[in-house]
């Protein structure tokens, strides 16, 4: 490789990939580059890591991993689909590794599911390179949509009985996705008893977005509830997910014929607790 891919640093012969928070550096071992792009969104690569294996990373963040994205997946995806007692119609804001839509499939109810991704090139890419994320089959129930979300929110008519906002961190494109006209336009877009989850961060490195997130949440929703899961490629492993929501908000058993790894009913139902530490850094009044 004469050409060092965007965001790799070259050290002692290795290539190292480098997630920049405030005062911490991490870094991953690269020991591949499979693919490199500069969309008119953002970098892409896909990339294989030592200690995560093959990863989409956007902008020289890490977004999925073969080895642990189904951590995030399942947890974005079956709590909503087992909070709602029978989601129909499923919207998903950004989620171009398709990892989310694939979770959602796993409901012989759910009926169709749209997924408003901004950038062409992360679903081709993760498609082609990331098959065991994005699966290999095309379902008919899915209909993807190349478009920024909050356009498609403010112009779309639903209703959805869940919406789950898949974005990557507030900044670049996704910075839109984490403001309250988006999630005024999601609320408008939900049924009656309709419910969403977005990603929300850090609550350690960027508990801000935490705060943020919630405030615009509760001025719309009667029903907001931050819950937890332990993702190891995200910086300090601590995530963050928030569910909003009009009138459920139990978890209900998980279907034993959906197979899962991470998303059990009691872990579904542990995420909610959380510990006093985390309140206090998302909720500090
Ligand atoms: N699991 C990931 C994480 O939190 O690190 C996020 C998954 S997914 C890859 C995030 C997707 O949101 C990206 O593919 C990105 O292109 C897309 N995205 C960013 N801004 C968007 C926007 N305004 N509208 C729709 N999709 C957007």
Same mark, same amino acid.
């Not at 997630?19 to 892409?44: C, K, M, N, W, Y």
């Not at 951590?71 to 989601?87: C, D, G, K, Q, T």
């Given at each position: 490789?004469?050409?060092?891919?965007?965001?790799?640093?070259?050290?002692?012969?290795?290539?190292?990939?480098?997630? *920049?928070? !405030?005062?911490?550096?991490?870094?991953?071992?690269?020991?591949?580059?499979?693919?490199?792009?500069?969309?008119?969104?953002?970098?892409?690569? %896909?990339?294989?890591?030592?200690?995560?294996?093959?990863? #989409?990373?956007?902008?020289?963040?890490?977004?999925?991993?073969?080895? /642990?994205?189904?951590?995030?997946?399942?947890?974005?995806?079956?709590?909503?689909?087992?909070?709602?007692?029978?989601?129909?119609?499923?919207?998903?804001?950004?989620?171009?590794?398709?990892?989310?839509?694939? /979770?959602?499939?796993?409901? !012989?109810?759910?009926?169709?599911?749209?997924?408003?991704?901004?950038?062409?090139?992360?679903?081709?890419?993760?498609?082609?390179?990331? !098959?065991? %994320?994005?699966?290999?089959? #095309?379902?008919?129930?899915?209909?993807?949509?190349?478009?920024?979300?909050? &356009?498609?929110?403010?112009?779309?008519?639903? +209703?959805?009985?869940?919406?789950?906002?898949?974005?990557? *961190?507030?900044?670049?494109?996704?910075?839109? #996705?984490?403001?309250?006209?988006?999630?005024?336009?999601?609320? &408008?877009?939900?049924?009656?008893?309709?419910?969403?989850?977005?990603?929300?961060?850090? +609550?350690?490195?960027? +508990?801000?977005?935490?705060?943020?997130?919630?405030?615009?949440?509760?001025?719309?929703?009667? %029903?907001?509830?931050?819950?937890?899961?332990?993702?190891?490629?995200?910086?300090?492993?601590?995530?963050?997910?928030?569910?909003?929501?009009? &009138?459920?908000?139990?978890?209900?058993?998980?279907? +034993?014929?959906?197979?899962?790894?991470?998303?059990?009913?009691?872990?579904?139902?542990?995420?909610?607790?959380?510990?006093?530490?985390?309140?206090?850094?998302?909720? !500090?009044?």
């Amino acid at each position: 490789m004469n050409r060092l891919p965007k965001h790799l640093t070259r050290l002692g012969g290795e290539l190292w990939l480098t997630d *920049d928070e !405030p005062g911490l550096l991490t870094s991953v071992r690269i020991t591949d580059v499979l693919f490199e792009a500069q969309s008119p969104f953002q970098h892409v690569m %896909i990339a294989d890591t030592v200690p995560f294996g093959r990863a #989409l990373i956007l902008d020289g963040i890490i977004q999925t991993t073969v080895a /642990e994205g189904f951590i995030y997946n399942e947890m974005i995806a079956h709590v909503p689909l087992s909070v709602h007692p029978r989601a129909e119609r499923v919207l998903i804001i950004g989620g171009g590794d398709l990892g989310a839509a694939r /979770e959602v499939l796993k409901y !012989p109810f759910v009926r169709s599911v749209d997924l408003v991704e901004i950038d062409q090139t992360v679903v081709e890419a993760s498609r082609r390179y990331l !098959p065991e %994320i994005a699966g290999e089959a #095309l379902d008919p129930r899915l209909r993807l949509h190349f478009e920024d979300g909050a &356009r498609f929110a403010a112009r779309a008519d639903g +209703p959805y009985d869940v919406i789950i906002v898949d974005a990557a *961190d507030p900044i670049g494109p996704a910075t839109v #996705l984490f403001e309250s006209p988006f999630y005024e336009a999601l609320a &408008r877009l939900l049924a009656e008893d309709g419910l969403l989850v977005a990603q929300t961060d850090s +609550p350690f490195h960027h +508990p801000e977005t935490a705060r943020r997130t919630l405030r615009a949440l509760e001025a719309l929703f009667p %029903i907001v509830r931050p819950y937890l899961a332990v993702v190891p490629s995200y910086p300090s492993g601590l995530w963050l997910f928030t569910l909003a929501s009009r &009138r459920y908000e139990a978890v209900r058993p998980l279907d +034993p014929g959906i197979r899962t790894r991470y998303a059990t009913t009691d872990v579904m139902r542990a995420a909610f607790a959380l510990p006093p530490y985390v309140v206090e850094r998302i909720r !500090p009044e």
